[in-house]
C-alpha cells in the first residue's frame, strides 16, 4: 500500500530523511533527484541513518562508519575503527578500545531492507510499505 512520506522539496538532493509509515522506520535518501528508501535503522548496531552521510548511493552509517547501497541495501563494508589522533590514550581508554573493536568485528552487519518509492507529479514522495 502506497503512503505519502514526504514532499521532494523536502530532502535536498544528497540529503537524508526519517519518516515513520506505522512501525516501519524508514530513511529517505535523495541521490541526485531520485530518491530511496531503506530501513532507518543501521544493520550493525541500530544507529539511526538519516544521521550518517550520503554521498551519492552510498550512504554511511553516523556511528561506526559502515555503508550501505542505498538502491539494493546491500551492506557494502564492515565498521570502520575511528582515529583519535597522535595524542595517547589513557590505559582504560586504551582497555576499552580493545574491546569494543573485538564486539564491533564478532556482530554482523545485516543488509537495509528497501523500499519501493514514487514521487507524484505534484512533488509528493509516497512509499510502498505492506
Request: proline share 5%; with cysteine.
Amino acid at each position: 500500500m502506497w503512503h505519502e512520506v514526504a514532499q521532494l522539496d523536502d530532502i535536498v538532493p544528497g540529503g537524508t530523511k526519517y519518516v515513520r509509515v506505522g512501525e516501519e522506520e524508514i530513511c529517505l535518501c535523495n541521490d541526485q533527484g531520485t530518491v530511496y528508501a531503506v530501513s532507518r535503522r543501521c544493520g550493525h548496531q541500530n544507529a539511526p541513518l538519516e544521521q550518517g552521510a550520503l554521498e551519492g548511493w552510498i550512504l554511511t552509517c553516523p556511528l561506526h562508519d559502515a555503508q550501505f547501497d542505498i538502491r539494493t541495501g546491500k551492506n557494502l563494508s564492515w565498521p570502520i575503527d575511528h582515529y583519535f589522533g597522535e595524542e595517547p590514550l589513557s590505559e582504560p581508554r586504551k582497555r576499552f578500545e580493545r574491546l569494543e573493536k573485538r564486539l564491533q568485528w564478532k556482530t554482523r552487519v545485516h543488509d537495509l531492507k528497501t523500499f519501493p518509492v514514487r514521487v507524484t507529479g505534484a512533488g509528493a514522495v509516497e512509499v510502498d510499505v505492506a
